[in-house]
């Protein structure tokens, strides 16, 4: 058996949201902003002037994170951070703004890894003074630990106290508010103890729900369960209401159709939850309350609670000092569901949504004078609350809220196909992702998005391009400037572009160079010398000797360097008066200089020391440029093609120099070389010796690439010109090297003006463009098509760039379904749709809602759409070519007869499988049916030809040699085209499959999955018509995805969040094929299964659920990687290793790292990433990218135990990503 | 007789400690309820996992922790009568 080795890497993380707090966690005045998604848990900070919040670090912690919570210790000015992860470990976290990272502050044991029933880690709370938290378990667990600070102002935690109930289930659990007063804890529990013992089902049904304090007895140091009463059966949620001066202390209890305020020894006070007053209102469907904000202002406070509906309800309480007299609610505004909600102090609500993208409100008001009906619990005093007639609102458009920022995700991320429809270099991702009305048709690209400032047409095509200040303590630019074939032309910024005449730069002859030199003068360099413009425009000139010419140049605001077409070096250096003075000598570089660099002049001095040369017999010169050896060559490098432009410009680095006194301790210098081939260098250049070392290389496209020095978000970056335009920067601590999603640019320079402060200015064609680079942090864009409800599946037609998606969308009313209810009730058929991706499709029990729609990414367009009726829904979708079918031959001779010509591709059909009734839990289905459409209209029509009904929901199908596979709950069946229906040809049915998810075929070899069954090979013989089973699998994987490696291997990932690799041994694989006899008919089934089984190869545990999975290239000139997506919006890769020692490498870093890199909330690496199966032949790369994160002396530790140094584990490291994916 | 005594007392606080310890006389019922337990409390442990649920019931994810709570009640239905197995 070969083995395979696989390096995993995430491209981009999970955008879901699990919890999101907000406190002031780097103790500024300023609030923030802490999400948890996946196994991150990220800061974002506000950010007023550009309006958004930015993400200002990001943090994997190889580990579940389940909950998070903030706390302040009573003296501190800083919130930290509890987190209830899969650890078995209670963490704090605090957020060290120095170094802008999260450190653990404690990590206490005090139970077993995992995510089980009786390991706290699901429920967190703490109390509102910051005195104590519980964290506790669904089942059974409680413990709580005092926090406090010792005299150094550090928080301290005690042992556990436990508060465990043994058979109780946990609901919520909340602090209560109650001053300074022992610490209580609220509790919404249910004792099982009795039904589990109790046969006839009596004691179940009478069942209670109790709501339970615990109070923390400070001065005992122990827990006791102080108060115990019922509440409603259905209680869900608890929000505590402020206590001690502030209120009356107590919880909310949240329940199915209505709220109750509950304290000890008190009044009880409920109000209903309105309902929306719409005629498709489900009357068996209650409300409840899905997630809640307390917030506290001077003198005030008030509750936003969220309905399943989205709708937002602001809950207020009429207090005094004998207690709660009446609870108000009242409609607020509606917002897409979320998972949490903040409130900051500042007027703004961060509402993490369950799927789509996360919303930023500000408060415009907070509903005082909205004129919505306020329901007052006096009315609801007695009796139960369901004899009370139900409360009614209208929903509207926002009043309250007004949305600021949106924070897009990809969540949920349902179906992926990589493909490259647009013809670029790289192939895009194209994805269908979100739920309900808020999902959407993804293209996503590799590269940085950037927002177009001007685009305008010249006259003619310029060469080349530079902006120019006016004087060096300017802010803005004043002149662009254009080089054309025959000419300049020099522009001023201002209000208006306009031409400038009297800049004295010569117009007539192209340009070579624009700089800003000394206090306040201009330098050009055009083919016959250099033009010294001072501020009164005076022009000093050096020629060029005769019947030579000006071939490269490099200016920087004290030297220049020229090269002519003899080969020599000509150098100028600014004096004390401000004139240029050329160096005595020449220097001759013996083959014809093609490009040149000086780099800045650093601060404080009045030179920079290098000069770059590059010449076109493929080598670049370094040349001192220091007084005592003045262009004298330090040192040569050899290139494998001619450079065409070179850029000497330091960068931000997490590399430390050795001689870092000399330099900005955190930025190293490089240079960056453009070859004639289209590959970028990266070298670094030793500031003594002038030495290059440790070259970074990446292939960027097919043209020379042209180098330019630009400024993007205060950071200096290379523009990389090529086929494409990249830029490279630094990102965190790691160097990238990414596209622009813009088009190719021909030449380009900074730019900075009034209007766009940071921008760029290029060229393309004859056309001027300025740009803006909008986000460093997100490097690939993505481009939205709405969709109608939760995308299920796609397929991509044979060859035209359009896909077909179904979706389909549970417990929603479908149009049909909709307008018989409105033509039922006579009041309100005039009734007028709320728009949908707000307020959500109108929800009806057991009803679906479904329709096929055709998707242009290309031109961003939906063609058509079909609905399905009859409370169907679409499940499956496939394209199929029936090879034999009496209808298309019929067609064919038709054809024929007409002569038409380019519509022989018409004869594909768009395959549905669809259920009727489907109900999930428990499963019940009105059976499956399969619709056949033709594909018509060039892609863009579908018309319906027949539907065959079947058994079971057909969830997978796929093209089977001219016939239609289709994988129908148990069994595997052959379909061919009939005139009035599908026939059924072939039968495969096997007692141990539940239900067939995926199908993948290749030649006479057809693979499925199973939803529980993990995977089967099967081949289908022609001479008997039988599909015959080859080699199963030992693990009842929960298949969601799989994909073909080669004939013999196979990808998948299950439901647990497990990625693996499986492989038929070869013998077997070998036999099927051959097989004439009967030996696989008559072979005897192996343990009830098959006759063989599949070896696994690789096993790998990546937390997100993967929906798809497939073999494919990202990078232009790349190897092939396996590339999945996680439901969570996951987009990641698993990357073969080219190398044994590559291997070797990678895994004693991983090793290393497992150690000197520990997880932050304290989960072991290893035990994480084989959660379910130890992990086998995959090296994670998310950990090996850690070691960019580490402080210098524990890399330079690692290195040395790996015999490299740092800067090679770092490129190697950094290589690993560049050469498979972005 | 000590030693079995003293086995049987260590079992007795295995049983008590960790939830799901089984005994000689453990029932298929007492063992199914068991295993549905952990799988529900691993359903709603995991975030992935929750919203995979909700996605595919078209609910939120609030809806379905609670009813995947209400279910761990009692997975199996309940418990068959003594006498009668």
Request: charged share 25%; glycine share 16%; no cysteine.
């Given at each position: 058996m070969t083995s395979i080795s696989l390096y995993s890497l995430t491209l981009v993380p999970p955008s879901a949201i699990t919890s999101s707090i907000v406190g002031q966690f780097s103790g500024r005045r300023q609030q923030e902003i802490i999400t948890a998604s996946g196994s991150r848990i990220q800061l974002y900070r506000f950010d007023p002037s550009a309006g958004r919040l930015v993400l200002i670090t990001s943090t994997e912690v190889f580990g579940i994170i389940r909950t998070i919570k903030p706390f302040r210790v009573a003296g501190s000015s800083k919130d930290c951070v509890i987190v209830g992860s899969d650890s078995g470990r209670i963490a704090i976290l605090e957020y060290k703004t120095e170094q802008t990272r999260f450190v653990h502050v404690h990590l206490e044991t005090f139970g077993k890894t995992g995510v089980r029933r009786v390991v706290p880690g699901q429920y967190l709370a703490v109390d509102p003074k910051g005195r104590a938290t519980m964290i506790a378990s669904v089942e059974k667990n409680k413990l709580v630990y005092i926090l406090n600070r010792d005299t150094n102002a550090n928080i301290t935690i005690s042992s556990p106290l436990e508060a465990h109930k043994p058979r109780s289930l946990l609901y919520a659990v909340t602090g209560l508010d109650v001053g300074y007063d022992n610490p209580i804890f609220a509790a919404l529990e249910v004792d099982y103890s009795e039904a589990d013992l109790d046969p006839s089902g009596q004691a179940y049904r009478e069942i209670q729900k109790t709501l339970t304090y615990y109070q923390l007895d400070l001065g005992l140091n122990h827990v006791v369960r102080m108060w115990s009463d019922i509440v409603d059966r259905q209680s869900n949620l608890l929000m505590e209401v402020p206590g001690g001066a502030d209120g009356p202390s107590g919880v909310l209890v949240c329940t199915e159709g209505y709220i109750v305020y509950r304290h000890m020894n008190k009044a009880v006070h409920r109000v209903p939850i309105p309902r929306r007053r719409t005629p498709y209102d489900d009357p068996s469907r209650k409300r409840i309350i899905v997630c809640g904000v307390m917030h506290k202002m001077k003198r005030d406070f008030f509750f936003l609670l969220q309905s399943d509906e989205g709708d937002l309800f602001k809950v207020t309480i009429d207090y005094n000092v004998r207690g709660v007299e009446a609870l108000k609610i009242q409609y607020f505004d509606t917002v897409p569901v979320a998972i949490s909600l903040n409130i900051l102090k500042s007027g703004f609500l961060f509402a993490a949504a369950e799927g789509g993208s996360h919303n930023f409100y500000q408060f415009v008001q907070l509903g005082e004078e909205s004129g919505e009906t306020e329901f007052v619990s006096t009315e609801y005093?007695?009796?139960?609350?369901?004899?009370y007639p139900a409360a009614y609102f209208y929903p509207r458009q926002p009043e309250n809220l007004s949305l600021v920022h949106t924070m897009d995700t990809m969540n949920p991320l349902i179906d992926a196909k990589v493909d490259n429809l647009t013809g670029e270099d790289a192939p895009q991702i194209y994805a269908l992702a979100g739920q309900g009305p808020r999902s959407s048709f993804r293209t996503l690209r590799h590269g940085l998005d950037v927002t177009e400032v001007v685009a305008s047409e010249l006259p003619g095509e310029p060469t080349a391009v530079w902006t120019a200040k006016l004087a060096a303590e300017d802010t803005f630019d004043a002149y662009i400037v254009l080089s054309f074939t025959n000419g300049t032309l020099v522009l001023s910024i201002g209000e208006t572009v306009e031409e400038v005449?009297?800049?004295?730069?010569?117009?007539s002859t192209p340009t070579l160079a624009v700089q800003q030199v000394g206090d306040d003068s201009l330098v050009q360099v055009y083919p016959k010398g250099i033009r010294h413009i001072s501020a009164n425009k005076e022009v000093n000139e050096w020629e060029a000797p005769l019947h030579t010419m000006v071939v490269a140049a490099t200016t920087n605001s004290r030297q220049v360097a020229v090269a002519l077409s003899t080969t020599e070096v000509v150098y100028f250096e600014l004096d004390e008066d401000g004139q240029l003075n050329e160096y005595q000598d020449r220097k001759e570089m013996g083959a014809s200089v093609t490009s040149m660099s000086v780099g800045d002049v650093p601060e404080?001095?009045?030179?920079?020391?290098f000069l770059a040369v590059g010449c076109d017999d493929r080598t670049v010169h370094i040349v001192s440029l220091d007084p005592e050896n003045t262009l004298e060559s330090l040192s040569v490098q050899a290139l494998t093609a001619s450079p065409t432009s070179l850029r000497i410009l330091s960068m931000p680095d997490s590399t430390f120099v050795d001689n870092s006194q000399l330099l900005d301790a955190n930025s190293t210098l490089y240079l960056h070389i453009g070859l004639y081939n289209g590959v970028y260098l990266r070298s670094v250049l030793d500031t003594i010796t002038g030495q290059l070392s440790d070259t970074q290389t990446q292939f960027l496209g097919a043209r020379p690439v042209k180098l330019f020095k630009v400024m993007a978000q205060d950071q200096p970056a290379i523009l990389a010109l090529s086929s494409r335009s990249w830029l490279a920067y630094t990102k965190d601590v790691n160097f990238m090297v990414t596209p622009l999603v813009y088009e190719g640019l021909e030449f380009g320079d900074g730019f900075s003006s009034e209007q766009c402060e940071v921008g760029i200015v290029g060229i393309e064609g004859s056309n001027l463009r300025i740009f803006m680079i909008n986000d460093l942090s997100e490097n690939t864009k993505s481009d939205t098509l709405p969709l109608a409800y939760t995308p299920r599946r796609m397929i991509r037609h044979p060859n035209r760039a359009l896909f077909y998606v179904i979706e389909s969308d549970n417990n929603t009313l479908a149009p049909d379904a909709r307008q018989e209810l409105l033509s039922t009730s006579r009041k309100q058929s005039d009734y007028e749709d709320l728009p949908?991706?707000?307020?959500?499709n109108p929800k009806f029990t057991e009803k679906w809602a479904s329709c096929i729609e055709i998707v242009d990414p290309l031109s961003q367009e939906k063609p058509a759409r079909i609905d399905l009726v009859d409370n169907e829904a679409a499940f499956s979708v496939t394209v199929c070519s029936f090879a034999a079918s009496p209808r298309r031959r019929d067609e064919e001779e038709e054809e024929e007869d007409r002569k038409a010509s380019g519509e022989d591709e018409e004869s594909a059909y768009l395959v549905v499988g669809t259920a009727k009734d489907l109900s999930l839990v428990p499963r019940r289905c009105g059976g499956g049916f399969i619709h056949v459409y033709k594909i018509v209209d060039e892609g863009r029509g579908l018309e319906f030809v027949h539907k065959t009904e079947v058994d079971d929901p057909p969830v997978a199908m796929t093209e089977f040699q001219g016939r239609l596979l289709v994988g129908v709950g148990q069994c595997l069946r052959i379909f061919d085209l009939g005139m009035k229906r599908l026939l059924r040809k072939c039968e495969y049915k096997s007692r141990?499959?539940?239900?067939?998810v995926t199908i993948n075929v290749a030649h006479n070899r057809i693979i499925i999955g199973d939803i529980q069954q993990s995977v089967t090979y099967l081949v289908y013989r022609h001479a008997d018509n039988k599909l015959l089973p080859l080699t199963d699998d030992v693990v009842a994987r929960h298949t969601t995805c799989v994909t073909m490696l080669d004939y013999e291997t196979v990808t998948g990932g299950d439901k647990f969040g497990n990625l693996w690799v499986l492989r038929c041994k070869e013998q077997v694989s070998r036999d099927a094929d051959e097989d004439n006899g009967a030996q696989l008919l008559n072979a005897r089934t192996y343990l009830d299964g098959a006759p063989s089984r599949l070896d696994m190869l690789a096993h790998f545990y990546v937390q997100d659920i993967p929906t798809s999975i497939q073999k494919t290239q990202l990078v232009p000139g790349g190897r092939e990687v396996i590339l999945y997506t996680g439901l969570q919006g996951t987009i990641g890769v698993l990357a073969p290793f080219i190398s044994h020692e590559d291997v070797d490498f990678f895994q004693q870093l991983e090793t290393i790292l497992r150690n000197e890199a520990r997880p932050l909330t304290g989960r072991d690496h290893l035990i994480y990433r084989g959660s379910y199966v130890p992990v086998k032949s995959v090296i994670d790369g998310d950990l090996c990218e850690m070691y960019a994160m580490l402080p210098v002396d524990k890399k330079r530790s690692i290195a040395a135990e790996l015999e490299r140094t740092v800067r090679e584990v770092e490129r190697k490291v950094a290589g690993m990503r560049t050469r498979y994916a972005f | 007789m000590a030693d079995k005594l003293r086995a049987q007392q260590q079992l007795e606080q295995l049983q008590t400690r960790y939830?799901?310890?089984?005994?000689?006389?453990?029932?298929k019922h007492e063992w199914l309820s068991n295993v549905q337990r952990d799988s529900l409390a691993a359903y709603i442990g995991r975030p992935a996992m929750l919203e995979h649920f909700s996605v595919a019931f078209n609910e939120p994810q609030e809806r379905i922790r609670v009813q995947f709570i209400d279910k761990m009640i009692q997975p199996c239905g309940p418990p068959k009568d003594k006498e009668e197995i």
């Open positions: 005093v007695k009796g139960d609350m369901s004899d005449t009297d800049s004295g730069f010569l117009s404080g001095k009045v030179r920079n020391s949908a991706e707000e307020f959500g141990s499959l539940n239900n067939v | 939830v799901g310890v089984g005994h000689a006389d453990t029932t």
